[in-house]
């Protein structure tokens, strides 16, 4: 037999957070300490899932064997069970104020990723193009060239704390772009974008004909006071689709429980809306028990978000204090999630991959390098996880300011 040929289109297929991890492994495997602070995990770290939380699927299979009516081992509607996204509705309506919305405007997913994958695959043609922050998660830019899409990255502005800067949304549209992805809390940022952001978004979106994908993922975990507005809350007249999820927001990512919210004011994604419906229901449904954890989250569930947000606050503090004591490094305070994106000073033709990966085979700090996510030409990032407790935080830090002054010693280079 002749070897096997994967399709072309996955050779621009990659995921920056994970690819970077197999280097890590087979170190760790030599007998190597790697702090990892790669991956927006919180389970991984001192963060629970809610007990609460916990129970419920062993409490449905207890209640299926009962009743055969809410067996859980059975497929359930394409969409998602009823009592979800009645849920779902409640807290879009309630909490994030977007309205006129109901349960047949919600589909459950596998994870915020799987609502994500099916919009795109069921919106773009080859040649189109989809708008993508730059910096912004790299699902996007992973998955838009599987389904023979352009990527359109937007430059978010640094010095505005990551904020979208307009002039530059205007410079990359064009008569192939079909969407606008706006990441908000940003990840890798943190940015929190401000309603002056959002209607400039809202107004650039009308004019040019787009639909909004909204990924609020860590709607919730804002600080410093500071307040989430979801964009389809702001939108008369532009379609928006929504992306959420259990996962950031109440520690269980790996429960893979996500949605996507549709609000559509004028209805002119009726068509649309069809054939996202027609992928949900060749894919069945999404996994049965973990929606019932849907309705007891966002009506119930709140306890924990204190002791979450003290830690992360502190934990944010702490990274901004000693990012930006280091030589050559500067990082912008993030506002929400719970990641920063520290600009480094690099000597000419040294990328932040390699600065990346050298740091790892010295010090066993594991971080991702900023091209991973996008970044403006001519600077140079890298992602931090600041989920781990404080003094695993401080050893990887004070790791990177010595590692990056003997490599600046090394190059010969003098940050200004």
């Known amino acids: 037999m002749k070897k096997i040929i994967p399709a072309e289109r996955t050779n621009k297929v990659t995921y920056a957070i994970r690819d970077i991890v197999v280097r890590a492994k087979e170190l760790e495997a030599k007998g190597k300490e790697i702090l990892y602070l790669n991956i927006g995990d919180p389970p991984v770290y001192d963060f629970e899932t809610p007990a609460n939380l916990r129970n419920i699927v062993a409490e449905q299979i207890k209640q299926s064997d009962k009743n055969n009516d809410i067996n859980v081992s059975q497929y359930c509607d394409s969409m998602g069970i009823k009592s979800a996204r009645e849920a779902i509705v409640r807290d879009a309506i309630n909490v994030k104020k977007i309205p006129n919305v109901d349960a047949n405007d919600v589909v459950v997913t596998s994870g915020a990723s799987e609502a994500i994958t099916i919009c795109i695959s069921a919106l773009i043609n080859p040649g189109e193009n989809i708008m993508t922050p730059s910096p912004g998660y790299p699902l996007y830019s992973g998955q838009i060239p599987v389904y023979h899409g352009e990527l359109n990255p937007y430059n978010l502005n640094e010095e505005n704390g990551w904020q979208i800067d307009m002039e530059e949304l205007e410079l990359v549209v064009n008569d192939k772009t079909k969407a606008i992805v706006v990441i908000n809390p940003n990840n890798p940022t943190g940015a929190n974008y401000s309603k002056e952001s959002i209607l400039n978004i809202l107004n650039f979106a009308k004019k040019h004909n787009l639909v909004v994908f909204a990924d609020e993922i860590y709607d919730k975990l804002l600080m410093d006071g500071n307040k989430h507005i979801a964009i389809a809350s702001l939108s008369k007249e532009v379609p928006v689709i929504t992306f959420g999820g259990l996962s950031k927001n109440y520690i269980m990512p790996g429960w893979r429980v996500g949605w996507a919210i549709f609000h559509d004011p004028t209805g002119i994604m009726a068509d649309y809306r069809e054939a996202i419906n027609k992928l949900l229901r060749a894919r069945l449904c999404s996994p049965h028990p973990q929606q019932h954890m849907i309705a007891p989250a966002l009506d119930e569930t709140t306890e924990h978000f204190a002791e979450v947000m003290d830690k992360i ?67 140079h990032h890298f992602r931090i996880v600041f989920l781990p407790e404080e003094e695993i935080l401080i050893k990887a830090y004070n790791a990177i300011k010595d590692f990056t002054a003997k490599f600046y010693t090394k190059h010969n280079f003098t940050p200004v």
């Open 313 to 379: 606050t502190k934990r944010r503090d702490l990274t901004v204090k000693m990012m930006n004591e280091i030589p050559g490094i500067s990082c912008v305070k993030p506002g929400g999630a719970f990641y920063a994106f520290p600009q480094i000073q690099l000597p000419e033709g040294v990328t932040d991959k390699e600065y990346v990966l050298e740091l790892l085979e010295e010090t066993g700090v594991l971080v991702v390098f900023g091209s991973g996510f996008g970044q403006k030409d001519g600077t």
